[in-house]
């Protein structure tokens, strides 16, 4: 049975995440013939990718050729509010075609164009069709393709060593509760198996955090139980700094009936494909809310929206495309203004926009979707949705070229949701997907390369090890609160007080009740034992959603804008001031710190891809005049 | 609002277990999922259950309920009568972990001995270009999401233990046919290794895994019995082989391709050879298929055996005479040292 | 209540310790019944048909049974050998339909259809999905005699042969009583007969494979994706198919013979 025994492995990278940034990393540190592990919370190839519908952007231009990386670059920045680390932005626009590519060498199958290339959607804040897909469930095309490319290098190793586990092993089912330092270098990670509650220590030199995101701590999400912070927590008890942590993106469109189904999120190419929002009184009123910014790219007319779908080229897009945010801010006023549908959501159509079979030829998933889950029929009646919290622009702070996180401690890289920087204030649809091959590689190449570059193995005390196992251990022998009730107090926190729309009051009031929870949390207790014991697994994750909730909530309190994924209804405008600082918490005993930092200046080549007039929408007048400066320069 | 509703779920570990009963309730819209969810948060906080997505995306919360595998996150509660009891049980056909975990190993075992996509040699990452409707059939099985609910209904293993090692089961039948309806799969003895290695012969399309999918892929009718057909024109079928034959150009030996490496789980590329000239590195073809009967005998006669003449010492994998390319003997070029 | 785990194999770690065969509350047994009836009551009828060596002809309508189809021996009524009679005499141990019975038996008995109809209600292997079965060993169509079933093939080819005869049967079954044209009651049946028959040919898998199921690239041709596509609707319903042609088989036969034997007339439409 059970025991304090722990398991020992050696390696030279260990993967925390299996999702697509940590499959794409394993496979880079793999590559570079380092010996690498794999950890995740579920089963190998379950991981949170396998859930995104739309695609991955990438700009290929094979439906319309006049895409490159520079378009794709501009509708990043632009989707982000210009608060985006642009060196990130520039890296992920320029690489993700050949990581795309690279896919099909593993064996991908992407839908096609005529002339047999990968086939291109079009998707919100994307100018051209951009999103490389299957069907709608490009996500698990994705995990499932890394996943046969590990497979196929087990299968490489196996005939060269004898062993499929000889170079790269998956460690499916088992959670990393510490990260264990040596000095401020990272020497391994510290987990348990969840199958039996054995503990296992992974002693590696270098790390690579892929753990995505946070939403677990809101009510009403897309995200499922592995998306408990664990990656931010990790970093953040490492000395590694968090950016952004204020901005969460609301998906606009998630399933708001029947309730079991809540969150679950309806794609949005069904937008993009055609599918139009309207209110209880049957009007398509996004056109009431296309912002001053977006003004001259979208369409003022449902006729010319209409004809978008067919001639885009000659027709301005219509507003259901606008970026995530505004699209989710426009529901929410629509239903406070009492426009909402019965379960408090508004109406998403297809069924009278198209022919059934083109629905169901072109959103299988979702269309099987509504048929199990809700018993809808989507190509008969219209959909019922409402926002629902989807995913976290802020993350562990990295260098956009390395992954390597940026604080305190090294040999620690992340990539994927967990990191920050790339996104801004609010992520593209289908820039995730991309990035998270793009920066998975870059991490997993970093990370081979630090190993390398050490010139002895940072070691293991046993004295945190110990710590480790205590803390881990802790909630089985306390009699305290159960788990369950307390992260329905936390959910309950952040969905009222930390949601869509904030307030200062309202965020004050946040932290001091995360504080009380916070004392909670210390006492949580768990009954049963330790073999796959999902209410001593949640205990241990709470303390990981709390300090990744204090963090979004501190930050909140402090930006005092609105900007993207971050909505003051005290300061409901853009202050371009405010654009050029990022917000960087960090951990300081059990003290959360918050400081300023200000956000990277794009490089001269970069910021004249712009229109001034966009620009100066965003930029601070002192920034406009080095502007012209540098556009006289140009001319001249 | 809601109603309470009588559960009996299975709780237990390997050393034994029963179905407990539980009497809890149930709001309207709801599916089994949730109401476990209910259980967990009320009366059973460690009642062990996987799931992940919620939404019959990630295939993690197969269940048996009501003695049928589903997705418990697909299972809406509306489906069943106000009074009737429901039964929850883990996966039968895999070793138990706790309560409704059990121990799907074996899948990941059976994905890792097939062998994986071959890229073609001669095109490079962004080439790739294939046709829509040369791609969808394979597409339809990578719409699988591992649920291996096919797998646990599978009467080949949940009724014979001893099945699993020869038999890898519906799941990866489909791999198999996906891989070898692949426009640029560069290898050619899928289907050969779908019969000898994955035990094909064994399904007896009984349909069960088509009946349980949830992502409904027509498991029988798209990938087993097409790989079986494609045995068939293998080995069986005359009018192939004299096609072949007359019309040498065809489709069926893999475009271009040289003839399928030796052994299934061959590479399709060797590491170079060593210094000396020799690959020291590769495997040798090994007598590998070794078609005997359960006491290890050859059968002798061809009518109790399963193709023409008697089966070869060194496996149905290898065929002679071997490649040069693939031998390990290096010709010396020094003269008579 | 504590039990051990079921059926635990040597050296297998165990699985949940579920005792019942099924724990499946719906009426899974209903289906696989009612097919073994169903099956039941077409050999014991064929049987007793095919032996019965008279009523397959109606010489008035040009009608000769499927069942008796081709009927080549010198043995046949006058008129019902559309073909000659190249054999001699039969004993009356061996039955007219003797050269293509086994054909099509063969056909219908290697049928993938029939295949998991049997298997599940004859064999109960398993009886129903997730119902436990009750054999001790099981290894499938790995070897004899069950390997044989990969000879479908071969049966497909030749019970295409036999489609093409009984389309002959068929057109030759509108025949009028003057010697020209006619159209009858029974011309119908048997025209209703081999168009499921054809449907049921056609819908077949070995069909579906060898019209373009085989190919790697549908893009390289386009005609006989084409094909395959037609072949691939009918073959969703080849099942429905499977079960109407045995009951339109059957019911033909049944008429042919009632009308052969006088026990009732046949109804003329036309001449
Ligand atoms: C419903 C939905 C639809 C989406 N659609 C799209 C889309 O169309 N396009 C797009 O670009 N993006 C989309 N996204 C976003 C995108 O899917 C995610 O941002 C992305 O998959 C995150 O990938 P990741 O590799 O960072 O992490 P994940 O795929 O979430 O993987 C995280 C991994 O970390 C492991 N893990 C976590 N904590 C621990 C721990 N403590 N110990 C060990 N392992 C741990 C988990 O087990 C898991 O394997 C969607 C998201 C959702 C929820
Ligand atoms: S059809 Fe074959 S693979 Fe599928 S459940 Fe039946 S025996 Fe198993
Ligand atoms: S084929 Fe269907 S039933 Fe089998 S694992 Fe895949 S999704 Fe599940
Ligand atoms: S929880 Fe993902 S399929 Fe049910
Ligand atoms: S006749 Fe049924 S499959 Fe061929």
């Known amino acids: 049975m059970t025991t304090n025994r722990i398991e020992r492995h050696h390696y030279d990278v260990v993967v925390i995440g299996a999702g697509g940034a940590g499959l794409r990393a394993a496979i880079e540190a793999r590559l570079a013939g380092k010996r690498t592990a794999i950890i995740s919370k579920s089963l190998f190839g379950k991981a949170h990718t396998v859930m995104a519908e739309g695609g991955a952007a990438a700009a290929m231009g094979n439906v319309n050729s006049n895409d490159n990386w520079m378009v794709h670059f501009r509708d990043t920045m632009r989707g982000g509010k210009f608060l985006n680390n642009f060196r990130m932005a520039e890296l992920h626009a320029k690489e993700a075609p050949e990581r795309i590519w690279e896919l099909e060498t593993y064996g991908a199958l992407f839908d096609r164009t005529k002339d047999g290339k990968i086939s291109q959607r079009n998707f919100g804040g994307h100018e051209y069709p951009r999103l490389a897909h299957v069907g709608d469930r490009t996500g698990l095309e994705l995990i499932r393709t890394l996943q046969q490319k590990i497979v196929s290098l087990q299968q490489e190793d196996k005939r060269q060593y004898g062993d499929y586990d000889a170079r790269i092993r998956v460690f499916a089912e088992t959670t990393i509760t510490e990260l264990i330092l040596d000095g401020d270098r990272v020497a391994g990670a510290f987990g348990y198996r969840r199958e039996d509650g054995e503990f296992l220590l992974f002693e590696a030199p270098a790390i690579v955090l892929a753990t995505g995101g946070v939403g677990r701590s809101y009510k009403v999400t897309s995200n499922s139980w592995e998306y408990t912070g664990d990656g931010h927590a990790l970093a953040l008890r490492a000395g590694a700094n968090l950016i952004n942590m204020e901005f969460l993106q609301f998906h606009p469109t998630g399933m708001v009936w029947p309730p079991s189904v809540k969150g679950i999120l309806v794609t949005e190419s069904v937008r993009g494909d055609g599918g139009v929002l309207k209110n209880s009184e049957g009007k398509r009123f996004m056109f009431n809310y296309v912002p001053d910014v977006f003004r001259k790219q979208y369409a003022e007319t449902e006729e010319e929206a209409d004809r978008w779908y067919t001639d885009p080229d000659h027709n301005r897009r219509p507003p259901e495309l606008l970026p995530r945010d505004e699209v989710a801010r426009a529901i929410n006023a629509e239903v406070k203004a009492g426009r909402g549908s019965p379960a408090g959501g508004v109406y998403l159509d297809v069924s009278t926009r198209m022919p059934a079979e083109t629905i169901i030829k072109r959103l299988p998933s979702m269309h099987h979707q509504f048929k199990e889950l809700a018993d809808v029929d989507i190509t008969k009646e219209a959909m019922e949705v409402g926002p629902t919290c989807h995913y976290v622009m802020g993350g562990v702070e990295v260098d956009p070229d390395t992954g390597a996180t940026i604080g305190q401690v090294r040999g620690l890289f992340a990539a994927g949701e967990v990191s920050g920087g790339m996104h801004g204030s609010n992520r593209l649809g289908g820039n995730s997907l991309s990035d998270l091959l793009v920066f998975g590689k870059r991490a997993g190449e970093y990370a081979a390369a630090y190993a390398d570059s050490l010139p002895a193995r940072p070691k293991v005390s046993q004295a945190l090890v110990d710590t480790a196992v205590d803390a881990a251990l802790a909630p089985l022998s306390r009699d305290g609160e159960n788990p369950y009730t307390l992260q329905q107090d936390l959910q309950a926190v952040m969905g009222d007080l930390v949601g869509i729309i904030r307030r200062r009051g309202e965020l004050q009031d946040a932290l001091v009740r995360l504080a009380e929870l916070k004392e909670r949390v210390a006492k949580v207790s768990a009954s049963g034992g330790r073999r796959y014991n999902p209410g001593w697994h949640l205990a241990l994750d709470l303390r990981n959603m709390l300090v990744v909730s204090e963090c979004t909530a501190k930050a909140a309190l402090e930006r005092e804008e609105s900007r993207g994924g971050h909505t003051r209804e005290d300061f409901p405008a853009m202050d371009p001031n405010w654009r050029r600082l990022n917000l960087v918490t960090s951990l300081e005993g059990d003290e959360v710190l918050l400081s300023r930092k200000p956000v990277p200046e794009m490089r001269p080549e970069l910021i004249t891809l712009f229109d001034r007039v966009e620009l100066s929408k965003y930029l601070t007048d002192e920034e406009l005049a080095g502007f012209d400066a540098l556009a006289e320069e140009a001319s001249n | 609002m809601g109603t309470k509703r009588h559960f009996r779920v299975w709780r237990g570990d390997e050393n034994g277990g029963d179905l407990q009963d539980y009497q809890v309730e149930v709001n309207e819209g709801e599916v089994v999922l949730d109401v476990i969810h209910r259980l967990q948060a009320t009366q059973a906080p460690d009642l062990a259950c996987r799931w992940n997505c919620k939404a019959g995306k990630c295939g993690s919360c197969s269940m048996e309920i009501n003695g049928r595998p589903r997705l418990g996150c697909m299972t809406r509660m509306s489906t069943f009568e106000e009074n009737e009891t429901v039964t929850v049980t883990p996966l039968r056909t895999f070793p138990i972990v706790r309560d409704l975990v059990t121990d799907v190993e074996f899948n990941y075992v059976k994905a890792r001995e097939t062998p994986a996509f071959a890229p073609p040699a001669d095109l490079e990452p962004g080439e790739y270009r294939m046709q829509q409707v040369d791609v969808e059939r394979s597409q339809e099985f990578r719409k699988c999401i591992e649920c291996f609910l096919c797998q646990n209904v599978c009467h080949v293993v949940r009724d014979h233990e001893e099945n699993k090692r020869a038999f890898s089961g519906p799941r990866y039948f489909i791999r198999a046919a996906e891989l070898d309806m692949h426009p640029l799969d560069a290898k050619g003895d899928r289907k050969e290794y779908a019969q000898a290695q994955q035990g094909l012969g064994y399904c007896n399309i009984t349909k069960c895994c088509t009946e349980v999918c949830p992502e409904h892929i027509k498991i029988t009718d798209n990938a087993i019995i097409p790989m079986k057909e494609r045995v068939v024109d293998r080995r069986y079928d005359p009018i192939v082989k004299l096609g072949r034959r007359i019309f040498r150009r065809d489709q069926l030996e893999e475009q271009g391709t040289r003839p399928g490496p030796l052994l299934a789980q061959e590479p399709s590329h060797h590491a170079e050879p060593g210094a000396d000239g020799v690959k020291w590195n590769r495997q040798v073809a090994q007598g590998q298929a070794a078609a005997v009967d359960e006491n290890g005998r050859l059968p002798l006669s061809e009518f109790t055996f399963d193709r023409a003449a008697a089966p070869s010492p060194f496996g149905d994998d290898v065929t002679f005479p071997l490649p040069p390319d693939d031998l390990n003997y290096h010709h010396s070029n020094k003269w008579d040292t | ?271």
């Not at chain 3, 099956?39 to 109606?58: N, P």
């Not at chain 3, 295409?160 to 020209?180: K, P, Q, T």
């Not at chain 3, 070995?206 to 395959?228: N, T």
């Open chain 3, 1 to 271: 209540m504590t039990t051990t785990a079921t059926r635990p194999a040597a050296g297998a770690r165990p699985r949940a310790a579920i005792l019942a065969k099924t724990l499946r509350t719906d009426r899974w047994w209903a289906s696989p019944l009612g097919i073994a009836i169903i099956l039941a009551i077409f050999v014991i009828y064929s049987t007793v048909r095919i032996f019965m060596g008279k009523h397959y002809w109606v010489g008035e309508g040009h009608y000769l049974t499927p069942l008796y189809s081709p009927c080549v021996s010198k043995s046949c009524v006058p008129g019902s050998s559309h073909f000659g009679t190249p054999l001699p005499k039969f004993p009356f141990f061996i039955p007219l339909g003797a050269l293509v019975f086994p054909i099509v038996a063969g056909f219908r008995v290697t049928c993938y259809y029939y295949r998991k109809a049997g298997y599940r209600s004859l064999w109960l292997s398993p009886q129903a999905c997730a119902v436990r079965e009750p054999h001790a060993k099981y290894t499938g169509e790995t070897r004899f005699p069950l390997i044989f079933m990969n000879s479908h093939r071969y049966f497909f080819y030749l019970a295409s042969l036999v489609l093409l005869i009984n389309i002959y049967d068929a057109v030759l079954a509108f025949h009028g009583r003057d010697g020209g044209f006619g159209l009858g009651v029974g011309t119908l049946i048997i025209c209703a007969n081999v168009a499921l028959l054809a449907g049921y040919t056609l819908s077949c898998h070995a069909c579906r494979h060898v019209v373009g199921g085989r190919l790697k690239h549908f893009s390289k041709h386009p005609l006989r994706y084409r094909f395959w596509t037609f072949v691939s609707k009918l073959n969703g319903r080849h099942g429905t198919f499977a079960m109407a042609s045995l009951l339109s088989v059957m019911i033909t036969d049944a008429y042919i013979m009632a009308v052969s034997a006088q026990w009732i007339t046949d109804l003329r439409i036309f001449n």
